[in-house]
C-alpha cells in the first residue's frame, strides 16, 4: 500500500494570491444589503468563448472557502469546454448561503443584475443548489443564462446528460481496467445522489450494477434506495467499501490524504469536479496504487454540452450524440497518459490547455 504523507502546502493565501495560482481573468465580488446576496463569480478564460458554467449555492464554513471554490471551479470549466470542442471559456459562480433557507426571488434576481453587467463575459447556468426554478428568476434580470426550462425554449435540466456522460466516461475506465465496458455485477459506490447522482443510479441499475449510496440528505437517500434497490452506507463507511468503481458525485476533494488509502476500487469515475484535493499529489498516487482514474472534467462535461446546444437552438438527440463522445475522448486520455507517464488529470489537462493555446493563435492572427 502506498503511503500518502501530509504535504504541507505553501501557497499565498491573500486573494490577488489565490487568483494568480489559477491565472483568473476577472473575479468579481457581489453584494446587496437588502438581499442579503453574497456571491462570487469567476471568469477563468475567455480565449474560445464567453465564459459559460453554472452558480453553486452553498453554506460555505468561510468566505476563503467559497473564493477557493468558485475559482478552482471556474477553471475546470474552462478545460471541460476545451477538451468537449465548444467554444466555451471557462466560469463559476457561488450564492453563499443555504439553499434551503436562504434563497429567494430577490435574491436571485440581484444575483441577475451582476451577472447582466457583466455584458455577456459570463453566462450562468444550474449548479449544486439551483434549480431550473431559480434559473427563471435569474433570466428575468439577464439574458446570459442558459439551463432554462423547457417551457421557456430552453434544455431543461442539465442533469440527465451530465449523468450520461459519467456513465459513458466510467464504461471506458472499465474497459480500461477490466478489458470490457460491462457494469454488470459491478460493485459501484455512489457518493452523493443529487439531482445528477439519483439519474446515475438509475443508468447503472439498468445494467444489473450492484450499487452502493450514501448522501448527506436521509430523505433522499431512502427515496434512491427504494426506487433502484441500491443499500446504504453511512457518509464514512464509503471509502472502506470493497468495491469495483468508486463513484464521487457530490462536493470536490474526498480523493485526499485520509481517504486515498482506504480506497479499495480499481476504477474512480463520478460526476463531481475537482475530485483531488492536489492534483499534483493525489493524481499520481492514484498511478502508484494501480487505480484509473477518469478526469472528473472530462467525464461530467454532459450538462456544459446540453446547456451549450441550447445556445444555439436546442436539439436533445444532438446534446445526447456529442455527450456519447466521451467515451472515446477518455480512452484516448488513458492512452496519452500511458503514453508520456503522466497521471490522467494532467493528460487531460494538457490536451485542453493544447486547445486553447492552438485556438488562441489562430484569433491572433489577422
Known amino acids: 500500500m502506498v503511503e500518502i504523507k501530509e504535504v504541507e502546502l505553501k501557497k499565498d493565501k491573500s486573494i490577488f494570491g489565490q487568483i494568480s495560482e489559477y491565472n483568473h481573468e476577472k473575479v468579481v465580488f457581489c453584494h446587496d444589503q437588502e438581499t442579503g446576496l453574497k456571491a462570487i463569480i469567476g471568469i477563468h478564460n475567455t480565449v474560445l468563448g464567453p465564459a459559460l458554467g453554472g452558480t453553486r449555492m452553498w453554506s460555505y464554513a468561510s468566505d476563503a472557502e467559497a473564493l477557493e471554490d468558485v475559482l478552482r471551479l471556474s477553471r475546470g470549466m474552462t478545460y471541460k469546454a476545451a477538451i468537449s470542442g465548444l467554444n466555451l471559456g471557462g466560469g463559476k459562480a457561488v450564492i453563499i ?3 434551503k433557507k436562504d434563497k429567494n426571488e430577490a ?12 455584458n455577456g463575459a459570463y453566462i450562468t447556468a444550474e449548479d449544486v443548489g439551483m434549480t431550473t426554478k431559480d434559473m427563471e428568476y435569474i433570466r428575468m434580470e439577464t439574458e446570459h443564462v442558459s439551463g432554462l426550462p423547457e417551457s421557456m425554449g430552453g434544455s431543461g435540466d ?9 456513465y459513458m466516461g466510467m464504461k471506458a475506465a472499465a474497459k480500461k481496467a477490466y478489458g470490457s465496458d460491462s457494469l454488470e455485477g459491478k460493485k459501484i459506490s455512489v457518493q452523493g445522489v443529487g439531482h445528477v447522482g439519483g439519474y446515475l443510479v ?6 444489473n ?5 450514501t448522501d448527506i440528505y436521509e430523505d433522499r437517500l431512502r427515496e434512491i434506495s427504494t426506487k433502484y434497490g441500491a443499500k446504504t452506507v453511512t457518509m ?6 470493497d468495491v469495483d468503481i468508486y463513484s464521487p458525485c457530490a462536493l470536490g476533494g474526498t480523493i485526499n490524504n485520509d481517504t486515498i488509502n482506504r480506497l479499495k476500487c480499481q476504477v474512480i469515475a463520478g460526476c463531481a469536479n475537482n475530485q483531488l484535493r492536489d492534483e499534483t499529489v493525489h493524481g ?3 498511478i502508484e496504487r494501480g487505480i484509473v482514474y477518469a478526469p472528473d472534467f472530462l467525464i461530467n462535461a454532459g450538462g456544459l454540452i446540453n446547456v451549450y446546444s441550447e445556445l444555439q437552438g436546442y436539439n436533445r438527440e444532438s446534446a445526447y450524440a456529442q455527450t456519447e463522445r466521451i467515451y472515446g475522448y477518455t480512452l484516448d486520455i488513458f492512452e496519452l497518459a500511458e503514453k508520456e507517464g503522466i497521471y490522467t488529470q494532467l493528460a487531460a489537462t494538457k490536451m485542453a490547455e493544447q486547445r486553447i493555446q492552438s485556438i488562441g493563435k489562430v484569433k491572433s492572427t489577422f
Open 97 to 99: 448561503g443555504d439553499a
Open 107 to 118: 435574491l436571485l434576481r440581484r444575483f441577475g443584475r451582476f451577472v447582466k453587467n457583466l
Open 158 to 166: 442539465p442533469s440527465p446528460v451530465t449523468a450520461y456522460g459519467t
Open 202 to 207: 438509475e443508468l447503472l441499475a439498468k445494467e
Open 209 to 213: 450494477a450492484e450499487i452502493f449510496i
Open 236 to 241: 464514512d463507511e464509503i471509502y472502506d467499501l
Open 284 to 286: 499520481p498516487a492514484l
